[in-house]
Every structure is written in C-alpha cells, then in structure tokens.
C-alpha cells in the first residue's frame, strides 16, 4: 500500500486521541468505534491503531463488559462491502470479544485482500502464537496463516506455519508438497541475496585503474555493504532464538520463552514486529496464568547495565515480569531512546502515555519524560501534548508553557515545511489546512478550534441523529468548550439520549461529564480561595460543591454496577465512594469481589482493612492488612508503607504497643518523614521506658 496522506494521518490521529480520551472516560464502547474510525483513514498503523485497540480489548474484556449481540456478528462478518469494511467490521467483533479466534482470521482474510500488509503481519503473528498456545490448535488456522504470510511476502514465516500443520497432520501430502515449494523459494531468494552481497571483481585494465570506483554491482560502497551482511547475520542469529521463544511459549515455559526473546533481542534490538511485540503479549499471558513479579535481587540486578542496550533489554525483562509497574516501561524508554532504537522507543512511549492518560492520578513526572523523549524521536506533536498535559497539571509553571511554544513552533516548522524543504507559496495556500490540522492534534485545543468542532459536530448530528458516535461527538466537543452553558447541553443531549434509546452508555457518560463539570468548578473556587484565602463566600461554595460532587460520583458509580455487574473496576470505584461516606458495611464486600481484579487486588484488601479498623474490629483489620503486606511484591513502594502503617495503627488501638513500635521502627528506617511515624515512635517508646522495670524501682 502507498503511504498515506499527511492530511488523512492528522485526521486518523484525531480519532485515536479521542478513542483515548474515550477509554481514560471508561468509555470502551465508544473508543473502539474512535479507533476504527481511525484505522478507515490509517488501514495500516498497527502502533496506534490497532495494537492500541487490542490492549483496549483486553481491558474491556477484563472488566466483563458484553460480547457482540448475534445481529451485530451477522451484520459485521458480511461479506459484502470492500475489504476495509470487512476489516474493520471483523476487528470490532474481535475487540469486543478478544478471545474468538474466527474474528481474527476474519480480520486477517481482508487485510491480505486489501494489501494492507502491516496489518496482516501484526494480525498473522497474533493468531499465530495464539493458535501454538491452543490446546487443541488448528490445522486450518495454519493453513491460513502459511497462505497469509507467503502473500505479504514473509516466506520463512510461511514455512514455519506449514511446518506446524504438518506436526498436526503429518500424512497430508499437500501441505508436505507446500513445505517443498516454500523452502525451495527461501533457498533461491537466500541465493539471490549473496548474489547481490558479493561485490564483483575488476579484471584487466580494471584492475590496475585508480579511476575505477570501489563500488559493488548495486552502487553501494564496500563498508555499507559488509554493514548489510552483518545484519542480515544478525537477523537470522536472532529468528532462531524467537523461534525457540515462540516454542517455549507454546509449552508454557514462559521464563525460558522470555530469555530467548532477550537474546534475539541483543542481536536486533529494534525488531519490534518479531521480538518486543510477542514478548509484550507473552508477559500478559505470564501473568494470566499467574506468573510471578521479578524478585528483589532480579530488580536489584536488573536496574542498570553498562550500555544503553543492556539497560533497555534489562528493564524489559523486568517489565514483562510485571506489565503493570510504568517504572519499568520508562526505564526500558529512556534507555531506547539514549540508545537510538527509534521504533522501539516509539512503541514504549505510546504504551506509556496511554496507560499514564488512563490513571486516576497521572504522573507528572510521566509526561515529562515522554515530552523528551519524543523530542528526541522528532515526533514534535506527541510531544506537545505531552507537554500540554503537563501544564495542565501545573498551570502556574512559566517554564512548561515556554517549552510548549517552542514545540508548536517546531511541530509547525515540520507540517508547514517552513525549513526550507517545500515550496513556501505551497505552505502559503495549504495555511488554513495545516492550522486545523494543528489544531486537531492538540490535546488541550484552541478556542477557536473548539468552537469549529462544535459547529462540524451539530451538522453530523442533524445530518444522522440516530448515530450514537454522533451524538457522543457533540456532547464531547461541547464538554470541550468548558463553559457552563455548553457543558449542561451536553449533559441534557446525553439524558435524553438515554430516555429515548434505553441505552445506559448514554447515561454512563452524562454522569461522567456531570464530574467533570462539578470538578472544573471546585478547580475554580480553589483557584480563587488560594488568592483570596479568608474568602468566606467561596469556602460556603467549596464545601458546597464537594457535597455534589461526591453525592454524584456516589450515585453514577450505584448505576453502572447496577448495569455492568461484572464490571470489578466498576464495583471498585463505587466501594470507594461508599467508604468515603463512612457506609463501610456495604463497600466491604464490594471492595472483596474487586479483589478478583489483578489491579485492584492488593488495594482492595488495603481499603478491606481500613473499614474494619473504621469499625473497630481491630483483630479482622490487622488479618486483612497482614496478608496484604504478604501479597504485596514490592515492599518498599507507597502502597507498602501505608499497609504497614495501617497494620501498627490497628495493633496499636488493640493494645499491641510493642508491635505496633516495631512495625513503626521499621517504615522510620525506610522514609522518615512517613506521615507522624517519627512522633509515633517517640510516644510508644517513652511509654514503654515509663512503664518498664526501671520506672517501676523508682516508685
């Protein structure tokens, strides 16, 4: 396929960003319809269009949300429509349920008709480990594959998928006949290669002539040649080792696997579509299946290297060991970056920012590293939003706005083709589209652009009012503009949305701007009360608002358990709202059955244990907190010492002093300044002083 349009990949990124914007929300639904509105205009983007997809699949999935309704599978697996629309018809089936195999031969049927190639391999390499990991695996399914990879040109792959149908189905002689045609087309491409890779030899008065350029047959100059060669030993050093990981993740050695995948790795550290790809899928199977995190000396050992390469390999061993640790990810991203692997730096970085957009509390020191780091890959857009979310969470921070400037300059300097490798007058006359292009990639928009979206939004709405994107988009672009007019229109179209159509996702995302109204407005007040602190009008507004805001979260997270009840992260969020309104005896059991959530297991027992401690059952709080202290890997993370600080509170309120000091002693030893821990200290052990034998000589 031909590389796509500037315009339409500006366009296609819009999309993605909004299916973020969708998924931070809790939206899946409706980010999954953002993302394949996306790959219309990007068929072939697999970092951001579909690999992003596939995670966002995996969470819905985790959160039990529904499967696709028979009408929508008879509707989306039509064969009519071009081969993009059974693509996309296909990959939304598959988003939705994750795990069904026939989706995603569906989706690879089309990508290989359409020519979308990328799309095809990152597809073809998913159903392929998949199908090596079955329990009983297809011999159909490989059959595709073989034809699928031989027709985007991957002839090893082929053999390799024929090989495996032949272990399954070692009599057939069609497949053993396709085996020979495949190894017979490997061997005379590898012929034509050294062909190519041996420079000719000069002859006669060739040979003795100074005039005659050291060249090979191609033009290339005898160092890059030799540079070829190496990699090219390099390439085949390295697909023995994945071959032997993909093997090994067949049989479930996943430690093993993993090692392998490393030392292909070592040799080709920016393949990404054969090594970080698969390892990043195998460590989400590892810990599926229960694997164990990287153990105190695996970090200690782990957390360094002599050059950027063994630095970038070791935190990704770390990283596959536990996907949910960020530290990791950004350790193996600066090291990528420090390092020069672009397309692996550029993968992780992506990873990073939407798993960072998605938190509750996203970390500052996050965007940062991602604004620097995509700087340095050139990606001046990424950049500037980072940035802007930075800023959004220090507004007052002169610095950051400074560096946003400079990256809009730069990003405008590289879409305007102001540095002198364009036509200027063409710069001139496409001025207008590459401000709204500009404009469209922003995270944080100009006002102007919000109001032009509003306005694009309102024509699509009234052209096609019965589509439920439509009226997401204008209600998101509304939300947008941050006013209280616009925001309660959005939250009114929303409503009656959700009154005519009976559909929750429409009252689901009125709650959701609902809070972020009423947070947008407690920002404001504070705002003012930071100024003008003795305020006494805008502390009545303060505690006002807070009441509202928590009666709504209270209220919006009761119905979406109410209409998601499998949703843990769901029944997590609105335990937490009821422990914070002190009704503890119904987020008790709330926060045990979002336990099952790997995420939110270790948190669930903190909170488990504060309502006991809450409600004076001291005994049950210090049970709960210690075998969370046992499950928690990391020991000396935030988590960790609010666990054990916890644990001495409830020992101390039982009457346990000498336990409780010395869990005391111990958080002192690791972080002194640990809330009144100091204090703590000091009284419990000039109690004991008062009341040992030597204050009882004394009287």
Same mark, same amino acid.
């Given at each position: 396929?031909?590389?796509?349009?500037?315009?339409?990949?500006?366009?296609?990124?819009?999309?993605?960003?909004?299916?973020?914007?969708?998924?931070?929300?809790?939206?899946?639904?409706? !980010?999954?319809?953002?993302?394949?509105?996306?790959?219309?205009?990007?068929?072939?983007?697999?970092?951001?269009?579909?690999?992003?997809?596939?995670?966002?699949?995996?969470?819905?999935?985790?959160?039990?949300? &529904?499967?696709?309704?028979?009408?929508?599978?008879?509707?989306? $697996?039509? !064969?009519?429509?071009?081969?993009?629309?059974?693509?996309?018809?296909?990959?939304?089936?598959?988003?939705?349920?994750?795990?069904?195999?026939?989706?995603?031969?569906?989706?690879?049927?089309?990508?290989?008709?359409?020519?979308?190639?990328?799309?095809?391999?990152?597809?073809?390499?998913?159903?392929?480990?998949?199908n090596n990991n079955a329990k009983k695996p297809s011999v159909n399914l490989y059959v595709l594959l073989k034809d699928s990879y031989a027709a985007v040109g991957l002839l090893d792959r082929a053999a390799a998928a024929c090989q495996r149908a032949i272990g399954v189905r070692p009599q057939d002689k069609t497949l053993l006949k396709d085996f020979k045609r495949l190894r017979a087309?490997?061997?005379?491409?590898?012929?034509?290669?050294? #062909?190519?890779?041996?420079?000719?030899?000069?002859?006669?008065?060739? !040979?003795?002539?100074?005039?005659?350029?050291?060249?090979?047959?191609?033009?290339?100059?005898?160092?890059?040649?030799?540079?070829?060669?190496?990699?090219? #030993?390099?390439?085949?050093?390295?697909?023995?080792?994945?071959?032997? &990981?993909?093997?090994?993740?067949?049989?479930?050695?996943?430690?093993?696997?993993?090692?392998?995948?490393?030392?292909?790795?070592?040799?080709?550290?920016?393949?990404?579509?054969?090594?970080? $790809?698969?390892?990043?899928?195998?460590?989400?199977?590892?810990?599926?299946?229960?694997?164990?995190?990287?153990?105190?000396?695996?970090?200690?050992?782990?957390?360094?290297?002599?050059?950027?390469?063994?630095?970038?390999?070791?935190?990704?061993?770390?990283?596959?060991?536990?996907?949910?640790?960020?530290?990791?990810?950004?350790?193996?991203?600066?090291?990528?970056?420090?390092?020069?692997?672009?397309?692996?730096?550029?993968?992780?970085? =992506?990873?990073?920012?939407?798993? =960072? =957009?998605?938190?509750?509390?996203?970390?500052?020191? @996050?965007?940062?590293?991602?604004?620097?780091?995509?700087?340095?890959?050139?990606?001046?857009?990424?950049?500037? &939003?980072?940035?802007?979310?930075?800023?959004?969470?220090?507004?007052?921070?002169?610095?950051?706005?400074?560096?946003?400037?400079?990256?809009?300059?730069?990003?405008?300097?590289?879409?305007?083709?102001?540095?002198?490798?364009?036509?200027?007058?063409?710069?001139?006359?496409?001025?207008?589209t590459q401000a709204k292009l500009y404009a469209q990639d922003r995270v944080i928009k100009t006002q102007d652009y919000r109001v032009s979206a509003v306005d694009d939004a309102r024509k699509a709405y009234a052209r096609e009012p019965e589509q439920p994107k439509n009226v997401f988009n204008l209600a998101e672009t509304l939300a947008d503009l941050e006013t209280d007019e616009a925001?309660?229109?959005?939250?009114?179209?929303?409503?009656?949305?959700?009154?005519?159509?009976?559909?929750?996702?429409?009252?689901?995302?009125?709650?959701?701007?609902?809070?972020?109204?009423?947070?947008?407005?407690?920002?404001?007040?504070?705002?003012?009360?930071?100024?003008?602190?003795? =305020?006494?009008?805008?502390? @009545?507004?303060?505690?006002?608002?807070?009441?509202?805001?928590?009666?709504?979260?209270?209220?919006?997270?009761?119905?979406?358990?109410?209409?998601?009840?499998?949703?843990?992260?769901?029944?997590?969020?609105?335990?937490?709202?009821?422990?914070?309104?002190?009704?503890?005896?119904?987020?008790?059991?709330?926060?045990?059955?979002?336990q099952r959530d790997p995420r939110h297991k270790i948190s669930s027992m903190s909170q488990i244990g504060y309502c006991f401690f809450m409600k004076g059952w001291y005994a049950d709080a210090i049970d709960v907190f210690t075998q969370a202290i046992e499950a928690h890997e990391i020991k000396d993370d935030a988590l960790a010492k609010e666990l054990r600080y916890n644990l001495a509170?409830?020992?101390?309120?039982?009457?346990?002093?000498?336990?409780?000091?010395?869990?005391? #002693?111990?958080?002192?030893?690791?972080?002194?300044?640990?809330?009144?821990?100091?204090?703590?200290?000091?009284?419990?052990?000039?109690?004991?002083?008062?009341?040992?034998?030597?204050?009882?000589?004394?009287?």
């Open positions: 396929m031909s590389e796509l349009d500037v315009p339409e990949q500006s366009q296609a990124r819009v999309h993605f960003e909004r299916a973020r914007r969708a998924a931070e929300a809790g939206d899946f639904d409706r !980010a999954i319809d953002a993302y394949l509105e996306g790959l219309r205009l990007a068929p072939d983007d697999t970092s951001e269009g579909h690999i992003e997809l596939r995670v966002l699949a995996l969470q819905r999935l985790g959160r039990g949300r &529904a499967k696709p309704t028979a009408d929508e599978v008879t509707q989306r $697996l039509s !064969a009519d429509g071009s081969p993009l629309d059974r693509m996309l018809g296909a990959e939304y089936l598959l988003a939705k349920d994750p795990e069904h195999l026939a989706y995603g031969e569906a989706v690879l049927k089309a990508a290989v008709a359409g020519g979308y190639n990328e799309a095809a391999k990152w597809m073809a390499d998913l159903m392929f480990l998949a087309k490997l061997a005379s491409a590898a012929g034509r290669k050294a #062909r190519r890779e041996t420079p000719p030899q000069p002859t006669g008065a060739e !040979a003795d002539d100074p005039a005659v350029p050291d060249n090979t047959a191609d033009g290339k100059k005898p160092e890059a040649e030799a540079a070829n060669m190496t990699d090219a #030993r390099s390439l085949a050093e390295a697909g023995v080792f994945f071959a032997k &990981a993909r093997t090994a993740a067949e049989s479930k050695q996943y430690d093993f696997a993993i090692d392998m995948y490393l030392s292909g790795l070592t040799r080709v550290p920016d393949a990404l579509e054969e090594g970080h $790809l698969p390892l990043c899928e195998l460590g989400l199977q590892r810990r599926g299946k229960g694997g164990k995190k990287p153990s105190m000396m695996d970090r200690v050992r782990r957390m360094r290297g002599k050059t950027p390469l063994e630095q970038m390999l070791n935190a990704e061993y770390l990283f596959v060991k536990d996907p949910d640790n960020l530290a990791y990810a950004e350790a193996m991203l600066k090291a990528a970056v420090e390092g020069g692997f672009k397309k692996t730096a550029h993968w992780v970085a =992506n990873l990073i920012f939407q798993t =960072n =957009n998605a938190l509750e509390k996203p970390s500052y020191r @996050t965007y940062l590293l991602l604004k620097d780091s995509y700087t340095a890959l050139g990606q001046y857009d990424k950049a500037l &939003a980072a940035c802007q979310r930075a800023s959004h969470m220090k507004p007052e921070s002169k610095d950051l706005a400074d560096q946003c400037k400079n990256l809009s300059a730069e990003m405008t300097m590289s879409k305007g083709r102001y540095d002198g490798q364009g036509d200027f007058r063409q710069s001139i006359r496409d001025q207008e925001e309660n229109e959005a939250i009114r179209l929303l409503e009656d949305a959700y009154v005519s159509r009976h559909d929750f996702g429409f009252k689901d995302r009125a709650g959701l701007l609902m809070i972020r109204h009423l947070k947008r407005k407690l920002r404001q007040v504070r705002r003012d009360l930071d100024t003008h602190p003795q =305020n006494a009008e805008a502390k @009545t507004q303060e505690a006002e608002l807070m009441a509202r805001l928590n009666g709504t979260e209270l209220e919006h997270y009761r119905l979406c358990v109410a209409h998601y009840p499998t949703d843990l992260a769901h029944k997590y969020e609105y335990a937490l709202r009821l422990m914070g309104s002190k009704q503890y005896n119904e987020a008790i059991p709330l926060f045990q059955e979002a509170r409830a020992y101390e309120e039982q009457g346990g002093n000498d336990k409780a000091l010395e869990i005391y #002693r111990r958080i002192a030893q690791l972080d002194f300044g640990y809330k009144d821990v100091s204090t703590r200290v000091d009284r419990l052990r000039a109690a004991s002083d008062s009341s040992g034998p030597r204050a009882a000589t004394s009287q």
